[in-house]
């Protein structure tokens, strides 16, 4: 899903289909919500709108934009970072996973627990495996052994790195659908 970009300009809302649209919360909980209840009351009182103030305006939404990224970042990071501490002491154990991901590197891999981890090329020593862009899979060059996005699968964690935010899996026991 798009993130909002908050703007002065009216571009209407593509997924609804509205030419006029504004967004806000209720209760009040973000400055971009208080500067539309600020203008929404200039507006319906019949004030006309400085072209300072609408400089001020465009310089305070692009701000917040600016501000709900690195919001969304810090949130992501801290998320990532104790999930990665929380399963530092699990090197060794198995889980139920869905893979969320491939790339020409490796398999991600999201476990039960909500952790995000990822399945290096490296570990898959059976094999030579192709990355299949059109079907999110990747297919082994002797063994045709496929891993698609979505399939669940068992996996071992073999390493953490904290610092970095890294989870590291291996296969264990095989796919347990669609491989």
């Keep these: ?34 500067m539309v209840h600020r203008l929404m009351k200039k507006y319906l009182a019949g004030e006309n709108i400085s072209p300072r103030s609408i400089k001020k305006y465009k310089e305070l ?10 919001a969304v970042d810090a949130e992501r990071n801290s998320v990532r970072y104790k999930f990665t501490e929380f399963m530092s002491d699990k090197i060794g154990e198995e889980f139920e996973g869905v893979i969320s991901g491939i790339t020409k590197w490796g398999v991600y891999v999201q476990i039960e627990n909500g952790a995000n981890g990822m399945i290096s090329l490296r570990t898959l020593k059976n094999d030579y495996y192709d990355l299949d862009t059109k079907n999110y899979s990747l297919v082994g060059q002797k063994t045709r052994t496929k891993y698609s996005l979505g399939d669940k699968i068992k996996v071992r964690l073999i390493k953490t790195n904290i610092d970095r935010q890294l989870i590291d899996f291996e296969i264990s026991g095989g796919s347990t659908s669609g491989g």
């Design 61 to 70: 939404t692009s701000r917040s934009t600016q501000q709900e990224i690195a």
């Design 1 to 34: 899903m798009a993130k909002a970009i908050y703007s002065t300009q009216n571009i209407g809302h593509y997924g609804l289909a509205f030419e006029h649209y504004t967004h806000f919360t209720s209760p009040i909980r973000r400055y971009p919500d208080m």
